[in-house]
């Protein structure tokens, strides 16, 4: 019994390289910059949700903190900027990741220019 | 104006002209307790049944008769798993593998009924029966995004403890930035259910309101007779490629849904960094 699983798990082995093999010389489907068009809308468009609605938490944390502390309107006035603040800290956050992405592909080494 | 409605047919007139109509909810069973708590079984839940055992039809069919060269449907199944697979190794590692299954079952729901929600409604059908889009409702995506960082707050706890509050206290902060940083951080973090909930409901919501208003064009050009008439062919190419472009939307979202709760998971993973 044993020989046989070891014979299949040969087969499955020599399967696998022949599959992998065959997948590496399938022609691309789309050229990168075809692709990049709708991933970097949708990044965009994602980001830009992401940082209004920071912006509406962090107002409507402010002003519920507040309410309960008696001070509605000074929460309101504080949690804006914290909502704006972690806005652009995603917005920042989303860019740096893509950007470090892009770089590791065209083997730019870290730091600035 | 009196010609042309008696030479249209029924199904041409521009019946349901509002386009917020598709997303209304028909009480199929009624149910309530305490006069007001609605637990009613509606369109929604019967479309949310009708998604699960879709997928249960789905991968029972392609994991029946397993073959070690896939033919048709059970390639389609081990392409959903791979592709979910891959996506879980790449963002968590080997320690995301115990994640796959609460992010395949994610992405698959949320595809199937971005996906069966654009089935066309099958004409004088009854309300209830309508077809129905549930991630078009807030609600379904908040209760889903719920799950996801639920998940991820209640993994991390259980994992580092306390520790995984260092989340909200990046590493290299210096000491006296940290009073700043970490409200910031919180805001960040309470944000991502909101979101992830947001941006799903939002794709879903605005899709289906262009195709029909495209489809009302196409009903009101008809009947105003003439040369408009024939202008009606524009807004009716114009659903075809809006209903080309949802169904990149109906899978897209999902991906992004699903590629967005794993990433928060790796935070559940490795909260300081």
């Not at chain 2, 007139?13 to 069973?29: G, R, W």
């Not at chain 2, 009854?126 to 998940?151: C, Q, Y």
Request: with cysteine.
């Amino acid at each position: 019994m044993t020989g046989d699983n070891e014979r299949d798990r040969s087969d499955l082995d020599d399967f696998g390289e022949r599959l992998a093999k065959a997948r590496g010389e399938e022609p691309k489907a789309k050229t990168k910059a075809e692709a990049s068009f709708g991933a970097s809308a949708g990044d965009g468009l994602r980001i830009a949700i992401e940082f209004v609605v920071s912006v509406f938490v962090g107002t409507g944390l402010g002003y519920t903190i507040g309410y309960f502390l008696g001070h509605p309107v000074v929460g309101l006035i504080l949690g804006m900027p914290i909502g704006f603040a972690a806005g652009l800290r995603t917005v920042y956050r989303g860019m740096t990741a893509n950007t470090a992405a892009a770089d590791e592909e065209r083997d730019v080494p870290d730091g600035n220019d | 104006m009196g010609m042309t409605d008696q030479v249209l047919p029924a199904l041409l007139k521009p019946m349901a002209a509002d386009p917020m109509e598709q997303f209304e909810i028909v009480e199929i069973f009624p149910l309530s307790f305490n006069d007001g708590v609605s637990l009613a079984f509606t369109n929604s839940s019967l479309f949310m049944m009708f998604i699960v055992l879709s997928a249960l039809l789905f991968f029972t069919l392609a994991t029946q008769r397993l073959q070690l060269i896939p033919t048709g449907i059970q390639s389609m199944g081990e392409v959903a798993y791979e592709f979910i697979a891959k996506m879980v190794h790449d963002t968590m590692g080997e320690e995301g593998r115990q994640f796959f299954p609460f992010v395949f079952t994610l992405f698959t729901f949320v595809f199937l009924a971005n996906f069966l929600g654009l089935l066309p409604t099958i004409p004088g059908a009854p309300h209830a029966i309508h077809s129905f889009t549930v991630t078009s409702h807030i609600i379904v995506t908040f209760t889903l995004a719920i799950l996801s960082v639920g998940l991820v707050v209640g993994y991390g706890v259980l994992k580092h403890g306390v520790g995984f509050l260092k989340l909200f206290a990046p590493s290299g902060v210096p000491l006296w930035l940290l009073p700043l940083i970490t409200p910031i951080e919180i805001v960040s973090f309470l944000s991502r259910p909101v979101s992830l909930a947001v941006r799903l409901f939002a794709n879903m919501l605005a899709g289906h309101v262009v195709l029909k208003v495209f489809a009302g064009f196409v009903g009101t050009l008809l009947t105003a007779g003439g040369v408009l008439s024939v202008l009606s062919i524009v807004p009716m190419l114009g659903i075809v490629g809006v209903f080309l472009l949802e169904f990149l939307v109906a899978f897209l979202q999902a991906f992004v849904f699903a590629i967005l709760t794993c990433i928060y998971l790796q935070d559940a993973l490795h909260p300081s960094h």
